[in-house]
């Protein structure tokens, strides 16, 4: 091989190889500016952020110590805030809501975290995982919800036997 075919070809793959990284790039960058959004609403109750899980249209963060979760859902539009003393909240459980597509057709419509407030007269307060109006399928939205829904769950459990002690 001669040196202009070697040179050629480290720019084709160079040329072939940018796109890829570019993107993974500007996820990082978004991935980052959703962290550093979710720290600084933390900050603001006092909070800190220990445990965290950044996805492209949510982060969610946990202060242990605390004992809060601090929520952020994007959205081409907006960005909601939520901040969650686990104090107020009874119970955590998985929302899956799905829409019918026909006769006996569905599909996953919504995938919420359901934290169900202590008294009788307060509304739950729900943290949206996925909605099919913003993202076309769920891609590790599943795993996450879970591994968090135990998470909560645990220090509730925890706090509840705290409480009982």
């Not at 480290?10 to 550093?36: G, H, Q, S, Y």
């Not at 909240?89 to 026909?102: H, P």
């Not at 509304?123 to 135990?150: A, G, H, M, R, Y």
Request: proline share 2%; aromatic share 6%.
């Amino acid at each position: 091989m001669d040196l202009g075919t070697i040179i050629i070809g480290v720019i084709c793959i160079a040329l072939c190889a940018l796109p890829f990284v570019l993107t993974n790039k500007n996820k990082k960058n978004k991935e980052k500016e959703l962290l550093n959004s979710l720290k600084d609403f933390a900050k603001q109750h006092n909070s800190e952020i220990t445990d965290y899980e950044i996805s492209e249209s949510y982060a969610i963060g946990l202060d242990e110590t605390k004992r809060t979760i601090s929520f952020l859902q994007k959205t081409k539009e907006n960005v909601d805030l939520q901040f969650i003393e686990l104090n107020t909240i009874k119970n955590c459980e998985i929302n899956n809501i799905s829409k019918s597509l026909g006769k006996n057709e569905t599909t996953l419509d919504k995938l919420n975290l359901k934290l169900n407030v202590i008294g009788k007269n307060k509304p739950s307060i729900t943290l949206e995982f996925f909605n099919s109006d913003i993202s076309f399928q769920p891609v590790n939205e599943f795993d996450s919800i879970e591994k968090w829904n135990k998470i909560i769950n645990s220090l509730l459990q925890n706090q509840q036997q705290n409480k009982a002690a």
